[in-house]
């Protein structure tokens, strides 16, 4: 079984861009979630999606946005990009249920460079 | 909301050495407690993973225990091999009201480092 794949890999925006970052989950996972890895704050859990529907939400500002389709695809989107934004962007897909725990399988990431 | 302490940030251990990362969390209704390795410029990989309802879980050479009135949980790695070095990071969440569970809250990470 494919695993999660994130496109694209690497990203450099100018401060003020917007981007668009795309995740496509492991066959038969439902709920997506996003995070910002950086070497100070670690892994920030940005939201999470579930058929279409933002289940959770982390502490980012509304600069930062998500969605997801309902082939389970999930992209997350970035406006007005500050130099703070530069991080590694993990998704994490799982075959989320009621009597499932949270078992989350991350993607290779999409390391984005602002300057 | 919660929050998981992480020690110590990084580890240097000794090839066949063991190694022990220790986590705290604050959330008392927290009941799932997995690991992910995440080796340098790779993705973070889930190896192992605890629930609330029992005290130690292993998996050959690595091994997991959960205190749960300490509100703390463990990684023992064993014979430890340089495969190992890499970043280690812990994470915790509850179970969600209606489905499933909440987000995963992680811990800072440790970086382990076995000296051949």
């Known amino acids: 079984k494919a695993g999660v794949t994130q496109t694209p890999r690497y990203l450099i925006k100018t401060r003020g861009q917007q981007v668009t970052l795309s995740c496509s989950p492991i066959s038969g996972h439902r709920s997506v979630s996003w995070y910002q890895q950086t070497p100070g704050q670690g892994l920030q859990f940005l939201f999470e999606?579930?058929?279409?529907?933002?289940?959770n939400k982390g502490n980012f500002p509304g600069r930062f946005s998500g969605r997801q389709f309902s082939n389970s695809r999930s992209e997350m989107n970035v406006s007005t990009l500050e130099l703070g934004d530069s991080a590694l962007y993990l998704c994490a897909s799982s075959r989320l249920s009621p009597t499932t725990y949270y078992e989350q399988y991350f993607g290779p990431g999409t390391r984005l460079t602002v300057t | 909301g919660e929050n998981v302490e992480q020690h110590p940030s990084t580890l240097s251990v000794q090839e066949g050495d063991s190694a022990v990362i220790k986590c705290t969390y604050s959330d008392s209704a927290s009941n799932y407690f997995p690991w992910y390795k995440q080796e340098l410029g790779k993705r973070p990989q889930l190896i192992i993973d605890i629930r609330s309802n029992v005290g130690e879980k292993k998996d050959q050479r690595i091994a997991v225990t959960l205190n749960k009135t300490a509100k703390h949980f463990s990684l023992h790695i064993t014979e430890t091999q340089p495969e190992d070095s890499a970043v280690y990071f812990c994470?915790?969440?509850?179970?969600?009201?209606?489905?499933?569970?909440?987000?995963?809250?992680f811990g800072t990470g440790t970086r382990l480092t076995i000296i051949p």
């Open positions: 994470a915790a969440s509850r179970k969600g009201s209606n489905f499933g569970n909440e987000k995963l809250t």
């Open positions: 999606y579930f058929s279409e529907t933002q289940r």
